[in-house]
């Protein structure tokens, strides 16, 4: 599997924020509420995005274990699956922990 196909196999699932009008939705309000993590959605593909705005506690940005990946002809920047599952797997929420499992059996991650 490729780097991009590591990260969220967002390759070939025609993604492209900037021809989305609904991107200019994301108000300024969202991007510094409570929630840290503001959600976009493409009108097509079976994925979406967190935007995170700042982290909790558990984690620094200098923590974060980043990948390089080519998408749409732009290196984006974004966690590892294995980060991903860290940040994700011991939160309250049981949505982040059910994605925690996914993610988990998707890439084959030990149980950390």
């Given at each position: 599997?490729?780097?991009?196909?590591?990260?969220?196999?967002l390759g070939?699932?025609?993604?492209?924020?900037?021809?989305?009008?609904?991107i200019?939705?994301?108000?300024?309000?969202?991007?510094?509420?409570?929630?840290?993590?503001?959600?976009?959605?493409?009108?097509e593909?079976?994925?979406?995005?967190?935007?995170?705005?700042?982290?909790?506690?558990?984690?620094?940005?200098?923590?974060?274990?980043?990948?390089?990946?080519?998408?749409?002809?732009?290196?984006?920047?974004?966690?590892?699956?294995?980060?991903?599952?860290?940040m994700?797997?011991?939160?309250?929420?049981?949505k982040?922990?059910?994605?925690?499992?996914?993610?988990?059996?998707?890439?084959?991650?030990?149980?950390?």
């Open positions: 599997m490729t780097e991009i196909g590591q990260a969220y196999e070939g699932m025609g993604f492209d924020a900037a021809r989305d009008p609904a200019d939705e994301i108000s300024t309000e969202e991007l510094i509420g409570d929630d840290p993590a503001v959600p976009y959605v493409p009108p593909g079976e994925f979406h995005v967190d935007i995170l705005t700042r982290l909790g506690e558990a984690f620094r940005w200098d923590d974060l274990e980043v990948q390089r990946a080519p998408f749409e002809g732009l290196l984006v920047t974004v966690v590892t699956p294995a980060m991903l599952h860290r994700k797997k011991d939160t309250l929420r049981m982040d922990r059910a994605d925690a499992e996914d993610l988990r059996r998707k890439f084959k991650l030990g149980g950390d």
